[in-house]
T-cell receptor, first 113, second 114 residues
Framework: GDSVTQMEGPVTLSEEAFLTINCTYT??????LFWYVQYPGEGLQLLLK?????DKGSNKGFEATYRKETTSFHLEKGSVQVSDSAVYFC????????????FGGGTRLMVKP | DTAVSQTPKYLVTQMGNDKSIKCEQN?????MYWYKQDSKKFLKIMFS???????INETVPNRFSPKSPDKAHLNLHINSLELGDSAVYFC?????????????FGNGTRLTVT
C-alpha cells in the first residue's frame, strides 16, 4: 500500500540555520505531493504542493521538488525562524482515492533563538 | 470565518460511554474526511465521504459510525469507548477531484478515555 517515510524528529536548529527534512514515499500511479505544517494545538495547514515530476512547490521560504526517479519530496528552507517551530508532514495523494492523503508520523522542528 | 469547524475541542469520558464529534465546513467542498492522530503524531485516515456517500472506510471498528446529513457536515459517533480510542480526531474537507486539491483541516478534537 501507499506509505510515507520521514526523518524522525525532533530536528533542533538555531535561528537562521538551513533546514532539510527528508521525505520518501511509495505509491502506485502518479500522486500529487504535499507538505503540511501543524502548529501546537492546531490542525494541519497546507504549506506547499507539487503535482508532477520536477515541479517545485514553494511557500513562505520553504521549497520542495517532486523527484519521481527517487520518489522523494524533501523540504528545504534557507534560514529558519523560531516561528517555524512545528510538526511537518509529507503526504502523497492516495492512489485511486481522489484527494485523500497518506500521512506518516511527521517531523517535529524546534528552532532556538 | 472558520472554514472547517469541529466540536467539542476537548472530550473527556469514561470507558463504555458513547460520544459524538461534530464537523462542519463552509467551503462548499464535496468531500469530507475523518483522521485519527495518535500520541506520536501519526495520522491515519478513518473515513472519507463524497457528497454524503461513504467512499473510504479504513478498517475502522464498527463502534465508529460516521454520519453525513448533508455535504457540509460529517459527524463521528463512537460507541462503547475504549482506552485505545484516546487520540486527537481531525475532520477535513476538499474539493472532489483527482488528487491535486489540498485538504482543509479543522483544529481537532482531543478525546481522552479514562
Amino acid at each position: 500500500g501507499d506509505s510515507v517515510t520521514q526523518m524522525e524528529g525532533p530536528v533542533t536548529l538555531s535561528e537562521e540555520a538551513f533546514l532539510t527534512i527528508n521525505c520518501t514515499y511509495t505509491a502506485t500511479g502518479y500522486p500529487s505531493l504535499f507538505w503540511y505544517v501543524q502548529y501546537p494545538g492546531e490542525g494541519l495547514q497546507l504549506l506547499l504542493k507539487a503535482t508532477k515530476a520536477d515541479d517545485k512547490g514553494s511557500n513562505k521560504g520553504f521549497e520542495a521538488t517532486y523527484r519521481k526517479e527517487t520518489t522523494s519530496f524533501h523540504l528545504e528552507k534557507g534560514s529558519v525562524q523560531v516561528s517555524d517551530s512545528a510538526v511537518y508532514f509529507c503526504a502523497p495523494s492516495r492512489s485511486n482515492a481522489g484527494n485523500m492523503l497518506t500521512f506518516g508520523g511527521g517531523t517535529r522542528l524546534m528552532v532556538k533563538p | 470565518d472558520t472554514a472547517v469547524s469541529q466540536t467539542p475541542k476537548y472530550l473527556v469520558t469514561q470507558m463504555g460511554n458513547d460520544k459524538s464529534i461534530k464537523c462542519e465546513q463552509n467551503l462548499g467542498h464535496d468531500t469530507m474526511y475523518w483522521y485519527k492522530q495518535d500520541s506520536k503524531k501519526f495520522l491515519k485516515i478513518m473515513f472519507s465521504y463524497n457528497n454524503k456517500e461513504l467512499i473510504i472506510n479504513e478498517t475502522v471498528p464498527n463502534r465508529f459510525s460516521p454520519k453525513s446529513p448533508d455535504k457540509a457536515h460529517l459527524n463521528l459517533h463512537i460507541n462503547s469507548l475504549e482506552l485505545g480510542d484516546s487520540a486527537v480526531y481531525f475532520c477535513a474537507s476538499s474539493q472532489a477531484g483527482t488528487g491535486d486539491s489540498p485538504l482543509h483541516f479543522g483544529n481537532g478534537t482531543r478525546l481522552t478515555v479514562t
